[in-house]
């Protein structure tokens, strides 16, 4: 059974910054890819990061937080990590964490496993 469950989330003001987490259980770890993605009131949840399975030599981010956010993973810790830097009051979301079921796959398409969320507020 995959369990992911994050935290770090909280209120910030914007220009903040704040590091989740996401831990995984269930399986080994490092072979699968991991995903950070994102639910705003009244919006689809969206991509946010990714990061490839093994040592997270690939990484990938949405325009909008391309070089505020940095995502990483520790193999040994079973986490994956999402820092964000100079939030704005946009970046305001349930953030989720999520993986897949295949073995080695890529970052891309659809997630499988899904975490159960950390809110963030960026005020002004």
């Known amino acids: 059974q995959v369990q992911l469950v994050e935290s770090g989330g909280g209120l910030v003001e914007a220009g903040g910054s704040l590091r989740l987490s996401c831990a995984a259980s269930g399986r080994t770890f490092s072979s699968y890819p991991m995903g950070w993605f994102r639910q705003a009131p009244g919006k689809e949840r969206e991509f946010v990061a990714a990061i490839s399975w093994g040592g997270g030599g690939a990484t990938f981010y949405a325009d909008s937080v391309k070089g505020r956010f940095t995502i990483s993973r520790d193999n040994t810790k079973n986490t994956v990590y999402l820092q964000m830097n100079s939030l704005k009051v946009d970046d305001t979301a349930v953030y989720y964490c999520?993986?897949?079921?295949?073995?080695?796959?890529?970052?891309?398409?659809?997630?499988?496993?899904w975490g159960q969320g950390t809110q963030v507020t960026v005020s002004s």
């Open positions: 999520a993986t897949k079921r295949r073995v080695y796959s890529g970052t891309s398409g659809g997630y499988d496993y």
